[in-house]
């Protein structure tokens, strides 16, 4: 059985720093694809990071290059979202989901298998 926990939301203030963990099971770590999404109320889900955690390789939107950076632990199978400078507009629900068998010709992260519940990220004063 495929399960993705997420952990670490919580109210920051703007400026502040915040981690993400994603801790999966149930599959082949360093073959897939793992995924940060985040979504706000009303509006579509986005693309925020990705990583293939096989070689390391991160991608990032560009919302989030230059203050967010993700990290896998593959003794833990847990990967990790860093996040630095935030800003209110960061403000979501932050969403772990996992690609089994991501295609390097189509593109990573585009086809997720399994999603977390989710970990809401509030950046406030």
């Known amino acids: 059985e495929v399960q993705v926990v997420e952990s670490g939301g919580g109210l920051v203030q703007p400026g502040g720093s915040l981690r993400l963990s994603c801790a999966v099971s149930g599959f082949t770590f360093d073959e897939s694809a793992i995924g940060w999404f985040r979504q706000v109320p009303g509006k579509e889900r986005e693309g925020v990071s990705c990583?293939?955690?096989?070689?390391?390789?991160?991608y990032y939107s560009d919302s989030a290059k230059g203050r967010f950076t993700i990290s896998s632990d593959n003794a833990k199978n847990t990967v990790y979202l860093q996040m630095s400078s935030l800003k209110p507009e960061d403000t979501a629900v932050y969403y772990c989901a996992v690609e089994m068998s991501p295609d390097y010709d189509e593109g990573v992260c585009d086809k997720m298998d399994y999603w977390g519940k989710g970990t809401l990220v509030t950046v406030s004063s």
């Open positions: 990583i293939t955690p096989g070689d390391g390789s991160g």
